[in-house]
Protein backbone atom coordinates (compact mmCIF):
# COMPACT_ATOMS: atom_id res chain seq x y z
CA UNK A 1 0.00 0.00 0.00
CA UNK A 2 1.47 3.65 -0.83
CA UNK A 3 2.59 5.75 2.06
CA UNK A 4 -0.02 8.61 0.70
CA UNK A 5 -3.65 8.16 -0.66
CA UNK A 6 -5.98 10.64 -2.34
CA UNK A 7 -8.64 12.71 -0.14
CA UNK A 8 -11.58 15.15 -1.85
CA UNK A 9 -11.55 18.82 -0.05
CA UNK A 10 -14.37 21.10 -0.08
CA UNK A 11 -12.57 24.31 0.41
CA UNK A 12 -15.31 26.63 -0.21
CA UNK A 13 -19.01 26.43 -1.58
CA UNK A 14 -19.08 24.58 -5.26
CA UNK A 15 -14.93 24.34 -5.20
CA UNK A 16 -13.50 21.02 -5.01
CA UNK A 17 -10.04 19.31 -4.63
CA UNK A 18 -8.04 16.81 -4.02
CA UNK A 19 -4.98 15.94 -2.09
CA UNK A 20 -2.46 13.57 -1.43
CA UNK A 21 -2.21 12.76 2.86
CA UNK A 22 -0.61 10.15 4.70
CA UNK A 23 -2.53 6.56 4.64
CA UNK A 24 -4.10 6.96 8.14
CA UNK A 25 -2.69 4.66 11.34
CA UNK A 26 -5.61 2.74 13.14
CA UNK A 27 -4.81 3.07 16.67
CA UNK A 28 -5.58 0.42 19.16
CA UNK A 29 -9.11 0.72 19.26
CA UNK A 30 -9.53 1.29 15.48
CA UNK A 31 -9.83 -0.24 12.17
CA UNK A 32 -8.29 0.69 8.12
CA UNK A 33 -11.34 0.96 6.26
CA UNK A 34 -10.93 0.77 1.86
CA UNK A 35 -13.30 3.12 1.00
CA UNK A 36 -14.92 1.84 -2.19
CA UNK A 37 -18.07 3.58 -2.30
CA UNK A 38 -20.03 6.88 -1.02
CA UNK A 39 -23.13 8.67 -1.36
CA UNK A 40 -24.06 12.28 -1.68
CA UNK A 41 -27.03 13.28 0.04
CA UNK A 42 -29.42 16.07 0.83
CA UNK A 43 -26.86 17.56 3.53
CA UNK A 44 -24.18 17.14 1.57
CA UNK A 45 -25.78 19.16 -1.22
CA UNK A 46 -26.40 22.05 1.29
CA UNK A 47 -22.75 22.26 1.95
CA UNK A 48 -22.10 22.43 -1.68
CA UNK A 49 -24.22 25.60 -1.89
CA UNK A 50 -22.77 26.89 1.49
CA UNK A 51 -26.31 26.39 3.11
CA UNK A 52 -25.88 24.02 5.55
CA UNK A 53 -26.13 26.24 8.76
CA UNK A 54 -23.33 24.09 10.95
CA UNK A 55 -20.96 23.65 8.45
CA UNK A 56 -17.50 25.40 8.01
CA UNK A 57 -14.82 25.15 5.11
CA UNK A 58 -12.33 23.75 4.61
CA UNK A 59 -14.00 19.95 4.86
CA UNK A 60 -13.69 16.63 3.44
CA UNK A 61 -17.01 15.13 2.91
CA UNK A 62 -18.49 11.56 3.15
CA UNK A 63 -20.92 10.17 5.60
CA UNK A 64 -22.58 7.52 3.50
CA UNK A 65 -20.01 4.70 2.69
CA UNK A 66 -19.27 1.19 2.62
CA UNK A 67 -15.49 -0.04 2.26
CA UNK A 68 -13.08 -3.07 3.37
CA UNK A 69 -11.25 -3.33 6.49
CA UNK A 70 -7.63 -4.19 5.53
CA UNK A 71 -5.86 -3.69 8.93
CA UNK A 72 -7.06 -4.27 12.45
CA UNK A 73 -5.69 -2.34 16.12
CA UNK A 74 -4.30 -4.36 18.40
CA UNK A 75 -7.19 -4.35 20.54
CA UNK A 76 -9.69 -5.09 18.02
CA UNK A 77 -11.14 -8.61 18.47
CA UNK A 78 -14.90 -8.77 17.14
CA UNK A 79 -13.58 -7.57 13.47
CA UNK A 80 -11.83 -9.49 10.70
CA UNK A 81 -9.49 -7.85 7.66
CA UNK A 82 -11.86 -8.46 4.78
CA UNK A 83 -14.98 -7.97 6.03
CA UNK A 84 -17.47 -5.61 3.88
CA UNK A 85 -18.20 -2.99 6.18
CA UNK A 86 -20.42 0.18 6.37
CA UNK A 87 -19.78 3.12 8.93
CA UNK A 88 -21.69 4.77 11.33
CA UNK A 89 -20.22 8.91 10.86
CA UNK A 90 -21.73 10.43 14.65
CA UNK A 91 -18.98 11.39 16.70
CA UNK A 92 -20.69 11.79 20.25
CA UNK A 93 -19.08 12.43 23.69
CA UNK A 94 -20.46 9.81 25.66
CA UNK A 95 -20.57 11.85 28.73
CA UNK A 96 -23.97 14.24 28.08
CA UNK A 97 -26.98 13.21 29.50
CA UNK A 98 -28.61 11.99 26.26
CA UNK A 99 -25.55 9.96 25.99
CA UNK A 100 -25.67 8.51 29.02
CA UNK A 101 -29.24 7.25 28.62
CA UNK A 102 -28.82 5.32 25.24
CA UNK A 103 -29.49 8.29 22.71
CA UNK A 104 -26.22 9.16 21.67
CA UNK A 105 -27.90 10.44 18.12
CA UNK A 106 -28.81 13.48 20.18
CA UNK A 107 -25.29 14.06 22.04
CA UNK A 108 -25.14 17.71 22.89
CA UNK A 109 -21.76 17.96 21.52
CA UNK A 110 -22.66 15.88 18.41
CA UNK A 111 -20.66 16.07 15.42
CA UNK A 112 -20.95 13.93 12.10
CA UNK A 113 -18.44 13.13 9.64
CA UNK A 114 -18.53 15.12 6.71
CA UNK A 115 -19.35 17.95 8.37
CA UNK A 116 -18.20 19.25 11.69
CA UNK A 117 -15.32 16.72 11.37
CA UNK A 118 -13.40 14.86 8.79
CA UNK A 119 -15.26 11.95 6.42
CA UNK A 120 -14.63 9.47 4.94
CA UNK A 121 -14.33 10.62 1.29
CA UNK A 122 -10.73 9.39 0.52
CA UNK A 123 -8.77 6.15 -0.21
CA UNK A 124 -8.60 5.00 3.02
CA UNK A 125 -10.21 5.79 6.70
CA UNK A 126 -9.21 4.81 10.20
CA UNK A 127 -12.18 4.84 12.23
CA UNK A 128 -13.32 3.44 15.70
CA UNK A 129 -14.40 -0.24 15.57
CA UNK A 130 -17.61 0.81 17.84
CA UNK A 131 -18.87 3.36 14.71
CA UNK A 132 -18.25 0.03 11.84
CA UNK A 133 -21.18 -2.31 10.79
CA UNK A 134 -20.41 -5.40 9.13
CA UNK A 135 -22.52 -5.92 5.66
CA UNK A 136 -22.88 -9.53 4.72
CA UNK A 137 -21.40 -10.51 1.52
CA UNK A 138 -24.68 -10.41 -0.41
CA UNK A 139 -24.85 -6.71 0.00
CA UNK A 140 -22.98 -4.88 -2.94
CA UNK A 141 -20.62 -1.93 -1.92
CA UNK A 142 -23.41 -0.20 -3.34
CA UNK A 143 -25.83 -1.34 -1.58
CA UNK A 144 -23.61 -0.95 2.09
CA UNK A 145 -23.29 2.95 0.99
CA UNK A 146 -26.75 3.44 1.28
CA UNK A 147 -27.03 1.66 4.26
CA UNK A 148 -26.68 5.11 6.27
CA UNK A 149 -29.77 6.61 4.70
CA UNK A 150 -31.86 3.83 5.39
CA UNK A 151 -30.89 3.81 8.81
CA UNK A 152 -32.49 7.42 8.96
CA UNK A 153 -35.63 6.25 7.79
CA UNK A 154 -36.04 2.30 10.50
CA UNK A 155 -35.40 5.45 13.12
CA UNK A 156 -38.14 7.66 12.07
CA UNK A 157 -40.37 4.60 10.92
CA UNK A 158 -40.23 3.29 15.21
CA UNK A 159 -40.57 6.96 16.09
CA UNK A 160 -44.41 6.10 16.01
CA UNK A 161 -45.25 2.66 18.71
CA UNK A 162 -48.53 1.84 16.97
CA UNK A 163 -47.26 1.10 13.64
CA UNK A 164 -48.26 -2.79 12.73
CA UNK A 165 -51.68 -1.94 10.84
CA UNK A 166 -51.54 1.90 10.54
CA UNK A 167 -52.59 4.13 7.78
CA UNK A 168 -49.68 6.11 7.29
CA UNK A 169 -49.17 9.36 5.27
CA UNK A 170 -45.48 10.08 4.25
CA UNK A 171 -44.76 14.20 2.33
CA UNK A 172 -42.53 13.93 0.15
CA UNK A 173 -40.83 11.51 -1.80
CA UNK A 174 -37.15 12.30 -2.17
CA UNK A 175 -34.52 9.54 -1.09
CA UNK A 176 -35.36 9.54 1.89
CA UNK A 177 -39.34 9.51 1.44
CA UNK A 178 -39.72 6.68 -0.61
CA UNK A 179 -36.65 4.69 1.83
CA UNK A 180 -39.20 5.61 4.30
CA UNK A 181 -41.81 3.89 2.75
CA UNK A 182 -40.24 1.00 1.95
CA UNK A 183 -39.38 0.99 6.02
CA UNK A 184 -42.90 1.53 6.97
CA UNK A 185 -44.43 -1.45 4.43
CA UNK A 186 -41.72 -3.40 5.90
CA UNK A 187 -41.96 -2.68 9.84
CA UNK A 188 -45.95 -3.73 9.60
CA UNK A 189 -47.67 -0.73 8.36
CA UNK A 190 -50.80 -1.40 6.53
CA UNK A 191 -51.14 0.89 3.73
CA UNK A 192 -48.46 4.36 2.75
CA UNK A 193 -49.88 6.95 1.37
CA UNK A 194 -47.61 9.15 -0.24
CA UNK A 195 -47.43 12.80 -2.16
CA UNK A 196 -45.36 15.10 -3.91
CA UNK A 197 -45.09 17.44 -6.93
CA UNK A 198 -43.14 14.92 -9.10
CA UNK A 199 -45.11 12.60 -10.94
CA UNK A 200 -41.28 10.98 -11.45
CA UNK A 201 -40.97 10.59 -7.71
CA UNK A 202 -44.54 9.35 -7.43
CA UNK A 203 -43.76 6.88 -10.00
CA UNK A 204 -41.15 5.35 -7.93
CA UNK A 205 -43.06 5.64 -4.83
CA UNK A 206 -46.09 3.74 -5.88
CA UNK A 207 -43.19 1.11 -7.78
CA UNK A 208 -41.95 0.62 -4.76
CA UNK A 209 -44.72 0.15 -2.40
CA UNK A 210 -46.48 3.43 -1.91
CA UNK A 211 -50.37 2.54 -1.86
CA UNK A 212 -51.27 5.65 -3.06
CA UNK A 213 -49.43 8.29 -4.64
CA UNK A 214 -50.78 11.72 -4.85
CA UNK A 215 -49.20 14.81 -6.60
CA UNK A 216 -50.44 17.51 -4.79
CA UNK A 217 -50.06 20.08 -7.42
CA UNK A 218 -52.97 18.57 -9.93
CA UNK A 219 -55.08 16.70 -7.08
CA UNK A 220 -56.70 18.00 -3.67
CA UNK A 221 -54.59 16.67 -1.02
CA UNK A 222 -57.42 16.55 1.30
CA UNK A 223 -59.94 15.11 -0.84
CA UNK A 224 -57.53 12.35 -1.95
CA UNK A 225 -57.03 11.53 1.95
CA UNK A 226 -60.56 11.17 2.64
CA UNK A 227 -61.11 8.96 -0.40
CA UNK A 228 -57.90 6.85 0.83
CA UNK A 229 -58.72 6.37 4.50
CA UNK A 230 -62.25 7.45 5.02
CA UNK A 231 -62.73 10.39 7.70
CA UNK A 232 -60.62 8.70 10.31
CA UNK A 233 -57.80 9.57 7.96
CA UNK A 234 -54.33 8.53 8.77
CA UNK A 235 -52.51 7.07 11.97
CA UNK A 236 -49.75 9.23 11.19
CA UNK A 237 -48.29 11.76 9.23
CA UNK A 238 -44.23 11.70 8.18
CA UNK A 239 -43.28 15.03 6.90
CA UNK A 240 -40.29 14.42 4.56
CA UNK A 241 -40.29 17.48 2.29
CA UNK A 242 -39.68 20.24 4.64
CA UNK A 243 -41.73 22.70 3.79
CA UNK A 244 -44.20 25.04 5.43
CA UNK A 245 -46.68 23.96 2.61
CA UNK A 246 -45.99 19.89 3.47
CA UNK A 247 -46.33 20.72 7.14
CA UNK A 248 -49.54 22.92 7.05
CA UNK A 249 -51.09 19.71 4.67
CA UNK A 250 -49.70 17.75 7.31
CA UNK A 251 -51.46 19.92 10.21
CA UNK A 252 -54.64 21.00 9.02
CA UNK A 253 -55.86 17.55 7.91
CA UNK A 254 -54.56 15.09 10.58
CA UNK A 255 -57.07 13.39 12.08
CA UNK A 256 -57.44 15.08 16.16
CA UNK A 257 -55.49 13.43 18.67
CA UNK A 258 -53.21 11.85 15.94
CA UNK A 259 -49.41 12.19 15.25
CA UNK A 260 -47.49 14.25 12.86
CA UNK A 261 -43.61 13.26 12.56
CA UNK A 262 -40.52 15.81 11.31
CA UNK A 263 -37.90 13.91 9.26
CA UNK A 264 -37.12 16.46 6.62
CA UNK A 265 -34.27 19.04 8.04
CA UNK A 266 -35.75 22.70 6.96
CA UNK A 267 -33.78 25.06 5.81
CA UNK A 268 -35.60 28.12 7.31
CA UNK A 269 -37.68 28.99 10.40
CA UNK A 270 -40.87 27.23 10.00
CA UNK A 271 -44.28 29.46 10.07
CA UNK A 272 -46.35 26.65 11.63
CA UNK A 273 -49.85 27.11 12.90
CA UNK A 274 -49.46 26.03 16.92
CA UNK A 275 -53.08 27.20 17.27
CA UNK A 276 -54.57 24.28 15.36
CA UNK A 277 -51.67 21.70 16.41
CA UNK A 278 -53.21 22.81 19.94
CA UNK A 279 -56.88 22.70 19.11
CA UNK A 280 -56.60 19.11 17.70
CA UNK A 281 -53.99 17.88 20.37
CA UNK A 282 -51.69 16.85 17.43
CA UNK A 283 -48.25 15.05 18.72
CA UNK A 284 -45.89 16.84 16.77
CA UNK A 285 -42.90 14.29 17.39
CA UNK A 286 -39.14 14.74 15.34
CA UNK A 287 -36.57 11.96 14.62
CA UNK A 288 -32.78 12.86 14.39
CA UNK A 289 -30.65 10.42 12.60
CA UNK A 290 -30.55 6.52 14.27
CA UNK A 291 -28.59 4.42 16.75
CA UNK A 292 -27.22 1.00 15.99
CA UNK A 293 -29.84 -0.81 16.27
CA UNK A 294 -31.00 1.05 13.47
CA UNK A 295 -28.11 -0.02 10.77
CA UNK A 296 -28.37 -3.49 12.42
CA UNK A 297 -32.16 -3.46 11.08
CA UNK A 298 -31.35 -1.84 7.74
CA UNK A 299 -28.73 -4.03 7.06
CA UNK A 300 -31.50 -6.95 7.71
CA UNK A 301 -34.29 -5.74 5.90
CA UNK A 302 -32.09 -5.11 2.33
CA UNK A 303 -30.80 -8.84 3.05
CA UNK A 304 -34.53 -10.25 3.40
CA UNK A 305 -35.44 -8.45 -0.14
CA UNK A 306 -37.98 -6.14 1.88
CA UNK A 307 -36.52 -2.84 0.86
CA UNK A 308 -35.17 -2.57 -2.65
CA UNK A 309 -32.14 -0.02 -3.30
CA UNK A 310 -31.10 -0.36 -6.64
CA UNK A 311 -34.10 1.77 -7.97
CA UNK A 312 -32.94 4.89 -6.00
CA UNK A 313 -29.09 4.61 -7.42
CA UNK A 314 -29.67 7.61 -10.41
CA UNK A 315 -25.83 7.47 -11.43
CA UNK A 316 -22.51 6.93 -10.60
CA UNK A 317 -19.72 9.03 -10.81
CA UNK A 318 -15.90 8.32 -10.41
CA UNK A 319 -13.86 9.77 -7.22
CA UNK A 320 -12.06 12.67 -9.19
CA UNK A 321 -15.27 13.64 -11.12
CA UNK A 322 -16.66 14.06 -7.52
CA UNK A 323 -17.68 18.04 -8.50
CA UNK A 324 -19.67 16.98 -11.34
CA UNK A 325 -21.36 14.70 -9.58
CA UNK A 326 -23.05 17.77 -7.78
CA UNK A 327 -23.37 19.38 -11.07
CA UNK A 328 -25.23 16.33 -12.28
CA UNK A 329 -27.44 16.85 -9.32
CA UNK A 330 -28.27 20.13 -9.59
CA UNK A 331 -29.60 19.69 -13.48
CA UNK A 332 -31.34 16.61 -12.51
CA UNK A 333 -33.31 17.66 -9.47
CA UNK A 334 -36.45 15.81 -10.52
CA UNK A 335 -34.95 12.74 -11.59
CA UNK A 336 -31.90 12.22 -9.65
CA UNK A 337 -32.27 10.08 -6.54
CA UNK A 338 -29.18 8.58 -4.98
CA UNK A 339 -25.66 9.86 -6.82
CA UNK A 340 -22.94 7.26 -6.04
CA UNK A 341 -18.54 8.12 -5.62
CA UNK A 342 -16.87 4.96 -6.82
CA UNK A 343 -13.87 5.36 -4.74
CA UNK A 344 -13.31 1.92 -5.69
CA UNK A 345 -14.29 1.29 -9.57
CA UNK A 346 -13.25 -2.17 -9.75
CA UNK A 347 -15.89 -3.27 -6.95
CA UNK A 348 -19.61 -3.07 -7.22
Same mark, same amino acid.
Given at each position: ?????????????? +????? +???????????????????????????? =???????????????????????????????????????????????? %??? %? /??????? %?????????????????? =?????????????????????????????????? @? =??????????? /???????? /????????????????????????????????????????????????????????????? %?????????????????????? /??????? @????????? +????????????????????????????????????????? =??????????????????????????????
Amino acid at each position: MNATMIQQLMTEPK +NITFR +NVPVPKPGPDQVLVSIKKVGICGSDIHV =FHGTHPYTSYPVTQGHEVAGEIIELGEYVKDLSVGQRVTIEPQVFCGR %CYP %C /LHGKYNL %CENLKVMGFQTTGTASEY =FAVDASKVTPIPDELTYSQGAMIEPLAVTVHAAR @R =FEDLKGANVVV /LGCGPIGI /LLIQSLKALGAACVFATDISDTRLKLAKELGADYAVNTMKQDYAEELIKAFGPDKADVIYE %CAGSDITMDQAIQNARKGSVII /LVAVFGK @RANVDLAKL +NDSELDLNTSMMYRHEDFVDAIRLVAEGKVRLEPLQSARFA =FEDYQKAYDYIDNNRETSMKVLIDVDPTVE
